[in-house]
C-alpha cells in the first residue's frame, strides 16, 4: 500500500466527468485509496481526487467514533433519493480548509458494484447519504463549490486562496 496524492481544487481533473470501472484490477488502488483516506483523516475519497478518472470511491462514516467500516462503491447509481433536502457544513480532501453549506437529500437509495465483483441495493440516510452523495459528485466533476450561488462560492474560493496558498 501507498499514501496517493489528493489533488485540490481548481485541479481540472476535480471538474471531469469519469468513465466507468471496466474489469481492470483495483485492489492496489482501492487499499492505497483507504490508506490516503485513513491518513488525510476524511471519511471519503473519489478516485478523480487521486488522479484516477474512473468510477468508483471509498468511505468510511465511522471510524473517528468507534470501529471502522470501510466500504467501496463501484460505478455507482443513485436510484432514489428523499425529495426534502437537509443543508449540513461539508469538508472535502480536495478542498482543505474550507466548509461550505450543501442541501443534500437526507436518504438515497444506491446501486453499486462492491470489490468483490458482487451488485449491491441498499438505502442509507444521515451521514452515510450525505458522504455517498459528496463522493458521487465527485465521479461527475463536482466538488463542493458548484453548490454554491455566486457570492457564495466568490468568498468560499477566496477563503481557500487565503488559507491554501
Known sequence: MSKLTILTW??????????????????????DMFETMYAAEGRGLAAPQVGVMKGLFVMDCTWKEGPKSPMVM???????????????????????????????PKA?????TAAEGDIHMADFDGFEARCIQHEFDHLNGTVTFDHLS???RANAEAEFLEINT
Do not use: F, H, K, Y
Open 108 to 112: 438515497v437509495t444506491v446501486q453499486w
Open 150 to 152: 455566486g457570492a457564495e
Open 10 to 31: 481548481p485541479d481540472a481533473r476535480l471538474s471531469q466527468r469519469c468513465a466507468p470501472v471496466g474489469a481492470e484490477p483495483l485492489d492496489d488502488l482501492i487499499a
Open 74 to 104: 463501484i460505478n455507482p447509481t443513485i436510484m432514489a433519493a428523499e425529495r426534502s433536502p437537509a443543508e449540513m457544513q461539508e469538508g472535502c480532501l480536495s478542498i482543505p480548509g474550507v466548509l461550505v453549506s450543501v442541501a443534500r
